[in-house]
T-cell receptor
């Protein structure tokens, strides 16, 4: 298994500001992903965080809005830039183990006023 | 990844078995069948996955149809803690490893 720590667990932000969410894993993992879960909805994959190179974004998500860093095999950050109320969501970090299982963090609940 | 179809919700009684169905008629030969669940206010949790043969673990069993166009997640004895949204997801392991694509899932309600 893996233990994933996300920070912050929740935050309330003002429109137009940016917030960086951190994801720390207790072991080295190759695959790391970022998801968004809007209120009452299922999860949507934002991007794959690649170590040492640019993240791979899904359709509808762009680097300018959601810049991602992955400096090593245990850590990644997701920034939500120039926030608007529509960005209010839970943002989740996920890692894949060699068994093919994915583990998820508890998520970061973001409210934009 | 190919699409899955699940009932929006199901209801069962505590301490009884629960069978959660999933249809995936367009599954490809390299698609694994994954099940995850999400308890209220938590991130998703891995339940089980398989390719062709039925699978058992401490949490559940996965029964896969012979033609692989459908599968069933079996909770042998439901508890109140099993109330969650259950997601059936296909993941192509044949070429690269993409993130999971979540559908709407089945909201499982457990009655005491």
């Amino acid at each position: 298994s893996a233990v994933i720590s996300q920070k912050p667990s929740r935050d309330i932000c003002q429109r137009g500001t940016s917030l960086t969410i951190q994801c720390q894993v207790d072991s080295q993992v190759t695959m790391m992903f970022w998801y968004r879960q809007q209120p009452g909805q299922s999860l949507t994959l934002i991007a794959t965080a690649n170590q040492g190179s640019e993240a791979t974004y899904e359709s509808g998500f762009v680097i300018d809005k959601f810049p991602i860093s992955r400096p090593n095999l245990t850590f990644s950050t997701l920034t939500v830039s120039n926030m608007s109320p529509e960005d209010s969501s839970i943002y989740l970090c996920s890692v894949e183990l060699n068994t093919g299982e994915l583990f998820f963090g508890e998520g970061s609940r973001l409210t934009v006023l | 990844d190919a699409k899955t179809t699940q009932p929006n919700s199901m209801e069962s009684n505590e301490e009884e078995p629960v069978h959660l169905p999933c249809n995936h008629s367009t599954i490809s030969g390299t698609d694994y069948i994954h099940w995850y669940r999400q308890l209220p206010s938590q991130g998703p949790e891995y339940v089980i996955h398989g390719l062709t043969s039925n699978v058992n673990n401490r949490m559940a069993s996965l029964a896969i149809a012979e033609d692989r166009k459908s599968s069933t997640l079996i909770l042998h004895r439901a508890t109140l803690r099993d109330a969650a949204v259950y997601y059936c997801i296909l993941r192509d392991m044949g070429g690269g490893a993409d993130g999971l694509t979540f559908g709407k899932g089945t909201h499982l309600i457990i009655q005491p």
